[in-house]
């Protein structure tokens, strides 16, 4: 592969499972692909995972570095990952969390995709909930791939594809099984430090869905281990899910502003969230209450989508936005 563009690959950590950081990283030492450079960005880890970076890092120094944060602080998942975009050489960026396993012709099939279009900022596949990890019989009967929500192997021009995010009818792509143009990456500043986790992928993905095409791909090119110990089931257990998705709709809201976008349907979207979610924290409703309010306004919101042509909703939304 004599001249083929370099993709760097950003492997954030903190604590991992020594097992399960080693499988990460040897998952990409075995791709069928050659031109890559691997930045291993801890993120104030304790001292066994930072020793297995370093040794990665010493054995194969040409392709493989260690990066840290001054003063070896945890910083959280969005400023690790800038961290490595900061550093990255490459024409093309990936991501891989250090729980997470990637199949071995991944860089291969998703470059050449990424080589032949070229107005894509970014392209991502499908990818596998993986609970047979384990290697319990019942687990291996629990691993799907969920449904893109459309149609595979074609462009998506901005910002089709956050208006379908923000509706419910794509799903979201997991960073695994994203390649970005690191292009475009800079040009739109990457991730937000403020985000530590769970939405911080949310808010890079509505950064390039409004810059650049999306190229979306039918193929399953990687693992998402499902266990106790990520970081979406530890924030799912202390109820922060919510209350994080809700700080990306405000920040979505503030940025649609900043960069004077218009479009309707994101911004229909995005007021459609904003009021299903509503302001829940600030209020002191019981979280059962919460519960109660929300499955009543998910059905109302299921309601207008089956019930409301798309021209009144339209109208509708003309009326609302001539009163902002």
Same mark, same amino acid.
């Given at each position: 592969?004599?001249?083929?563009?370099?993709?760097?690959? =950003?492997?954030?950590?903190?604590?991992?499972?020594?097992?399960?950081?080693?499988?990460?990283?040897?998952?990409?030492?075995?791709?069928?692909?050659?031109?890559?450079?691997?930045?291993?960005?801890?993120?104030?880890?304790?001292?066994?995972?930072?020793? &297995?970076?370093?040794?990665?890092?010493? +054995?194969? @120094?040409?392709?493989?570095?260690? *990066?840290?944060?001054?003063?070896?602080?945890?910083?959280?998942?969005? %400023?690790?990952?800038? *961290?490595?975009?900061?550093?990255?050489?490459?024409?093309? &960026?990936?991501?891989?969390?250090?729980?997470?396993?990637?199949?071995?012709?991944?860089?291969?099939?998703?470059?050449?995709?990424?080589?032949?279009?070229?107005?894509?900022?970014?392209?991502?596949?499908?990818?596998?909930?993986?609970?047979?990890?384990?290697?319990?019989?019942?687990?291996?009967?629990?691993?799907?791939?969920?449904?893109?929500?459309?149609?595979?192997?074609?462009?998506?021009?901005? @910002?089709?594809?956050?208006?379908?995010?923000?509706?419910?009818?794509?799903?979201?792509?997991?960073?695994?099984?994203?390649?970005?143009?690191?292009?475009?990456?800079?040009?739109?500043?990457?991730?937000?430090?403020?985000?530590?986790?769970?939405?911080?992928?949310?808010?890079?993905?509505?950064?390039?869905?409004?810059?650049?095409?999306?190229?979306? %791909?039918?193929?399953?090119?990687?693992?998402?281990?499902?266990?106790?110990?990520?970081?979406?089931?530890?924030?799912?257990?202390?109820?922060?899910?919510?209350?994080?998705?809700? %700080?990306?709709?405000?920040?979505?809201?503030?940025?649609?502003?900043?960069?004077?976008?218009?479009?309707?349907?994101?911004?229909?979207?995005?007021?459609?969230?904003?009021?299903?979610?509503?302001?829940?924290?600030?209020?002191?409703?019981?979280?059962?209450?919460?519960?109660?309010?929300?499955? =009543?306004?998910?059905? &109302?919101?299921?309601?207008?989508?089956?019930?409301?042509?798309?021209? *009144?909703? +339209?109208?509708?939304?003309?009326?609302?936005?001539?009163?902002?």
């Amino acid at each position: 592969m004599t001249g083929a563009s370099l993709v760097s690959i =950003v492997i954030p950590f903190h604590n991992t499972s020594p097992v399960f950081m080693r499988e990460a990283i040897d998952c990409v030492l075995q791709q069928s692909y050659p031109s890559w450079e691997l930045l291993l960005v801890d993120d104030g880890s304790a001292p066994e995972c930072t020793a &297995i970076a370093s040794s990665y890092a010493e +054995q194969r @120094p040409d392709q493989v570095h260690y *990066l840290e944060h001054p003063g070896h602080q945890h910083r959280g998942a969005s %400023a690790t990952r800038q *961290l490595g975009i900061d550093c990255a050489r490459g024409s093309y &960026i990936a991501f891989l969390d250090s729980d997470d396993v990637w199949l071995p012709h991944k860089l291969e099939q998703q470059v050449a995709i990424l080589d032949t279009q070229p107005d894509a900022g970014m392209l991502y596949g499908n990818t596998l909930y993986w609970y047979s990890w384990t290697g319990r019989r019942e687990d291996s009967r629990r691993d799907y791939l969920p449904k893109l929500g459309v149609p595979p192997g074609r462009l998506y021009m901005p @910002p089709v594809l956050l208006s379908l995010y923000l509706r419910g009818k794509a799903a979201v792509p997991c960073p695994c099984s994203v390649l970005a143009r690191r292009t475009v990456v800079e040009q739109t500043g990457g991730f937000e430090a403020r985000f530590h986790g769970n939405v911080d992928d949310q808010v890079f993905y509505a950064k390039l869905c409004l810059a650049a095409p999306v190229f979306v %791909a039918g193929e399953c090119w990687d693992k998402y281990r499902q266990h106790p110990s990520s970081s979406t089931a530890v924030a799912a257990r202390q109820g922060k899910l919510a209350r994080d998705y809700v %700080a990306f709709l405000s920040w979505l809201e503030a940025y649609l502003v900043q960069l004077q976008i218009t479009d309707r349907e994101v911004r229909r979207a995005l007021r459609r969230q904003l009021w299903y979610h509503g302001r829940f924290q600030s209020s002191g409703m019981p979280a059962s209450t919460q519960r109660r309010v929300r499955w =009543v306004k998910k059905w &109302i919101l299921r309601l207008e989508e089956h019930l409301v042509p798309e021209r *009144l909703r +339209q109208w509708i939304w003309l009326r609302e936005s001539s009163h902002e």
